[in-house]
Every structure is written in structure tokens, then in C-alpha cells.
């Protein structure tokens, strides 16, 4: 199976904590869709009206560090980001956002060979960025098959349903 995300760049640099990708205030909030409306407001408090559905959050080294709270990677997929690619995550982040169903990458040179609003292609199983705005291609290591599973299915919860259902 190939999984393709295709949208606009979204580009932050290192060290992007989970406070800045939602603020502390906003941990009281368990609607996912209300955690979305604060998307990387620590940052960019204009983010959630400027992204659109399957847009690229690019980020450097130490995407999502900090705390272990799962806001963040519950904002970032419920505005509707397609993926998140970086140099390096946080693993804590990491594994949230796969668990919740939001495809995550590490990709080596991308926070240099991306612009701010470039157009990127992601084949998750084949391994490759491309930034169509420039023709750069990246390469990463494809993600195992059992992540693109739960990230076909929508996140970990739904995945083992699914399996669940199967037995």
C-alpha cells in the first residue's frame, strides 16, 4: 500500500516544545476539535486560520520536546495537517502522534530544503519528499509497515479494533 500526503509547508525551527505547539492553558480542553483551534499558537497564534486540510508542518531538530501531553499531536492532526516531517522528534511525541494517526517523519536536510508555503509530496512507503515548488527530492527511511497500518486505520485505537474485530 502507498500512503501520499501532498500539501503546503509549514516551516518552524528547532526545538519546537509541545507547550508551544499548544499552550499549557489549553490542557483542561478535551474536544479535539477545540485543542485543534490552538494549533501551534505559541508560535503562530494565526496557524489555525492559515493551514489548510493536508498541509506539511516542517519542522528542525527536537520536533515536539517537553512534556509528554498528547494535546499537541491531537491539535496538529484535527486542523487537518497531512504530515509532520522534521529532522528529529521528540520519541514521546513521536509515538503520539502515530498512536493518534497522524503520519510523522524524519527526514535529514529537509528544514534547509524547504521554504515557508512550498508544496511538498510525501510517499510515506516509498520514502521520499519532494519539494515541487523547487524539484529538491529527500529521501528518509520509509516508515515499518505495521506505523502505516495504524496510520491507514486512523491511529492505534481504531487499528486494534480493527484486529480485534478480525480474531
Known amino acids: 500500500m502507498t500512503m501520499k500526503v501532498e500539501g503546503k509547508s509549514w516551516k518552524f525551527g528547532d526545538d519546537v516544545n509541545t507547550d508551544l505547539i499548544v499552550p499549557g492553558k489549553y490542557l483542561e480542553l478535551v474536544d479535539p476539535h477545540e485543542i485543534a483551534n490552538h494549533a501551534m499558537e505559541g508560535i503562530d497564534p494565526e496557524f489555525?486560520?492559515?493551514?489548510?486540510?493536508?498541509?506539511?508542518?516542517?519542522?528542525?531538530?527536537?520536533?515536539?520536546?517537553?512534556s509528554s501531553r498528547e494535546h499537541a499531536a491531537i491539535a496538529l492532526k484535527y486542523i487537518g495537517v497531512g504530515a509532520v516531517v522534521a529532522e528529529s522528534f521528540a520519541r514521546i511525541f513521536y509515538r503520539n502522534a502515530i498512536n493518534l494517526g497522524l503520519p510523522i517523519l524524519e527526514c535529514p536536510g529537509i528544514a534547509s530544503a524547504v521554504s515557508e508555503c512550498d508544496v511538498l509530496e510525501i510517499d510515506l512507503t516509498g520514502g521520499k519528499v519532494v519539494n515541487t515548488t523547487t524539484g529538491k527530492e529527500l529521501s528518509f527511511v520509509p516508515l515499518p509497515g505495521f506505523m502505516v497500518d495504524v496510520l491507514d486505520e486512523g491511529g492505534l485505537v481504531k487499528y486494534?479494533?480493527?484486529?480485534?474485530?478480525?480474531?
Not at 506539511?56 to 520536546?65: H, L, Q, S, T
Not at 486494534?160 to 480474531?167: A, M, P, S, V
Open 48 to 66: 489555525p486560520r492559515k493551514v489548510s486540510k493536508g498541509d506539511v508542518v516542517v519542522g528542525g531538530k527536537n520536533f515536539g520536546c517537553g
Open 160 to 167: 486494534l479494533k480493527k484486529k480485534l474485530d478480525e480474531w
